[in-house]
Nanobody, 123 residues
Framework: QVQLLESGGGLVQAGGSLRLSCAAS????????MGWFRQGPGKEREFVAA????????DYADSVKGRFTISRDNAKNTVYLQMNSLKPEDTAVYYC????????????????WGQGTQVTVSS
């Protein structure tokens, strides 16, 4: 069983930055593919970014490419999402996800999910 705990959400003005963190339990965190997803008001959950076990392979949604950066620190069992140049349309609950069976960054099929952290971007 893997437990994921997101933090770092909050209220920020458009153009600002936030860094989300996701702390994971489990001795084999370094082997997991990790992902970030978000669900805005009245919208379906959507893929944001994903990273492989080493951090050497990443994938981003077109809507965040060039503004968001996913990274991980396996020594700390933590994955990060650095969000720059935030826009009001980035407002959402952001979820961290993990999967021990994937080998490459994925936009779906994650086995474990966190509870989410709210990000609100004001115009």
């Amino acid at each position: 069983q893997v437990q994921l705990l997101e933090s770092g959400g909050g209220l920020v003005q458009a153009g600002g930055s936030l860094r989300l963190s996701c702390a994971a339990s489990g001795r084999t965190f370094s082997s997991y593919v990790m992902g970030w997803f978000r669900q805005g008001p009245g919208k379906e959950r959507e893929f944001v970014a994903a990273i492989n076990w080493s951090g050497g392979s990443t994938d981003y949604a077109d809507s965040v490419k060039g503004r968001f950066t996913i990274s991980r620190d396996n020594a700390k069992n933590t994955v990060y999402l650095q969000m720059n140049s935030l826009k009001p349309e980035d407002t959402a609950v952001y979820y961290c996800a993990a999967d021990p069976t994937l080998r490459f960054p994925s936009r779906s099929r994650y086995a474990y999910w966190g509870q989410g952290t709210q990000v609100t971007v004001s115009s």
